[in-house]
C-alpha cells in the first residue's frame, strides 16, 4: 500500500468509447502526476499538477484530458483512442513540486486496452 | 534532454548470485532514485542518493551515487527470487523526474 489508489485497475475500450480514470492519494500530498508507461519506453511523464494547478502539459494529444478537483484526487477523461494508446497509467504524488527531494509515490495503474 | 540508459535491459541469473545494474547520464542531476516494480503494480521507491560519491545499503542492495552525479549503480548480493521485477532509476532535474527504461531482472531459484 502506497496509499495512492487508482481505478479500475484494467479497461477496455473502443475508439469512440469515453472512459475516465481515477486516482486518490491519501498522503497529504500537494503535486500529482500522470505517467503512460508502455512496453520497452522509459515511464513518459504526461501531466503535472501542483496545488490544483496544471504545471505541465508533456505535448500529449487532446484525447487525453486531465481534471484535479482538489489535491487528493486526479482524473485522466479519455476519448477518440487510438490503439497505440494501450498502455499502463500510472498516478503518482508528491509532497509538492520542487521540494527538496522528489520522491514520488506511485498508484497500481490502470492497465488500458483499446481495440 | 535529460536522458537516463540502464543496463543492461533484462538480466536472468540464479538465486545465489551477484549482480550489478547500471544507470548511465551525460546530465548532472540533483538527485537520484532507485523504484522496483512487480507485475500488476506500480513502482515503489527503494532509495534516494543525493551527494556525489554516496553509497547507501538496504539489506543486501547497496547503491552508489557517481561523483559527478551522472550515474549511479545497484548491486545486489546473493540474490534471491523475491528480488524479481522491474528496477528503475529516476534522475530529478528541473523540478520533474527522468526515468531510465529499466532493467527487468529475473532470479531463478
Known amino acids: 500500500e502506497t496509499g495512492v489508489t487508482q481505478t479500475p485497475r484494467h479497461l477496455v475500450m473502443g475508439m469512440t468509447n469515453k472512459k475516465s480514470l481515477k486516482c486518490e492519494q491519501h498522503?497529504?500530498?500537494?503535486?500529482m502526476y500522470w505517467y503512460k508507461q508502455s512496453a520497452k519506453k522509459p515511464l513518459e511523464l504526461m501531466f503535472v499538477y501542483n496545488f490544483k494547478e496544471q504545471t505541465e502539459n508533456n505535448s500529449v494529444p487532446s484525447r487525453f484530458s486531465p481534471e484535479c478537483p482538489n489535491s487528493s484526487h486526479l482524473f485522466l477523461h479519455l476519448h477518440t483512442l487510438q490503439p497505440e494508446d494501450s498502455a499502463l497509467y500510472l498516478c503518482?504524488?508528491?509532497?509538492?513540486?520542487?521540494?527538496?527531494?522528489?520522491?514520488?509515490?506511485f498508484g497500481p495503474g490502470t492497465r488500458l486496452t483499446v481495440l | 534532454t535529460q536522458l537516463l540508459e540502464q543496463s543492461p535491459q533484462f538480466l536472468s541469473i540464479q538465486e545465489g548470485e551477484n549482480l550489478t545494474v547500471y544507470c548511465n547520464s551525460s546530465?548532472?542531476?540533483?538527485?537520484l532514485q532507485w523504484y522496483r516494480q512487480e507485475p500488476g503494480e506500480g513502482p515503489v521507491l527503494l532509495v534516494t542518493?543525493?551527494?556525489?560519491?554516496e553509497v547507501k545499503k538496504l539489506k543486501r542492495l547497496t547503491f552508489q551515487f557517481g561523483d559527478a552525479r551522472k550515474d549511479s549503480s545497484l548491486h545486489i548480493t546473493a540474490a534471491q527470487p523475491g528480488d524479481t521485477g522491474l528496477y528503475l532509476c529516476?534522475?530529478?532535474?528541473?523540478?520533474?523526474?527522468?526515468f531510465g527504461q529499466g532493467t527487468r531482472l529475473t532470479i531463478n531459484p
Open positions: 498522503l497529504g500530498h500537494n503535486a
Open positions: 529516476a534522475g530529478e532535474g528541473a523540478q520533474k523526474l527522468v
Open positions: 542518493v543525493v551527494t556525489g560519491g
Open positions: 503518482a504524488s508528491q509532497r509538492g513540486v520542487g521540494g527538496l527531494y522528489n520522491e514520488q509515490f
Open positions: 546530465s548532472v542531476f540533483s538527485s
